[in-house]
């Protein structure tokens, strides 16, 4: 693997996987908003939650960096509110950034992915595995979302040598809640640390072609679903 494309290497976990890969002498193509800060890494600047934005990443990622072999969407916004009180454009936005812009640049990059033979490695979380949390009505739909999209991504890819690779990650400790609602997270010693999910996630893409982890589950110790 030499070139990786990250959706949301800014921060929080993809991040540290940008991390890996650039200490791995693999090169890192970031997608976001704001700009990665880690030496080494390739800038898009793109508002995924505008259609024109992601339009033009596109065209620039197969006019410069066509040849990637994997792309790994960590693109997440917590959307946290009362069931009683989330407003329509907090819903909106969440589903903009969490599912319509993740699947809609795979979809626009498809035919590169097969071609490249590259494979697609998407963040999930345990919410969408069960009823998800009190007040994360629009993250936890726009979850389910993004898994039933990547089962289509997987069922297209079925006959391809790329792999759709679904994590359900559990909370990690990041910035990701206090951006989002301006909460820290409590007892962040209690939450996974980035790095070591970065691992299991190169981990993963690196295994050998005829191995396809279609989805994988990493909780937090104490929070093992029943």
């Not at 010693?189 to 295994?207: F, Q, R």
């Amino acid at each position: 693997m030499k070139k990786v494309i990250i959706l949301g290497a800014s921060d929080g976990l993809g991040k540290a996987i940008a991390i890996l890969c650039i200490s791995e002498k693999i090169e890192v193509i970031n997608i976001s908003r704001t700009p990665c800060d880690i030496s080494g890494v390739v800038n898009i600047t793109c508002d995924l939650s505008k259609e024109e934005n992601i339009d033009s990443t596109v065209n620039t990622i197969k006019e410069k960096h066509s040849d990637f072999d994997a792309i790994i969407n960590c693109v997440a916004i917590v959307a946290m509110e009362k069931i009683n009180e989330i407003t329509y454009p907090k819903f909106e936005r969440a589903f903009k950034i969490n599912t319509i812009a993740p699947l809609y640049f795979l979809s626009s990059l498809f035919d590169n992915i097969v071609k490249n033979e590259a494979d697609i490695l998407n963040i999930g979380t345990t919410a969408d595995l069960k009823a998800g949390f009190n007040d994360q009505l629009a993250y936890t739909s726009t979850k389910y979302g993004l898994r039933g999209g990547s089962y289509n991504l997987g069922l297209e890819l079925a006959k391809t040598k790329s792999r759709m690779i679904y994590v359900h990650c559990g909370g990690m400790n990041t910035q990701m809640h206090e951006k989002d609602y301006g909460k820290k997270i409590e007892n962040p010693e209690e939450w996974m640390n980035p790095s070591d999910i970065a691992g299991i996630v190169l981990y993963t893409l690196k295994l050998p072609k005829q191995v396809e982890i279609t989805e994988i589950t990493i909780s937090r110790k104490g929070r093992r679903l029943i």
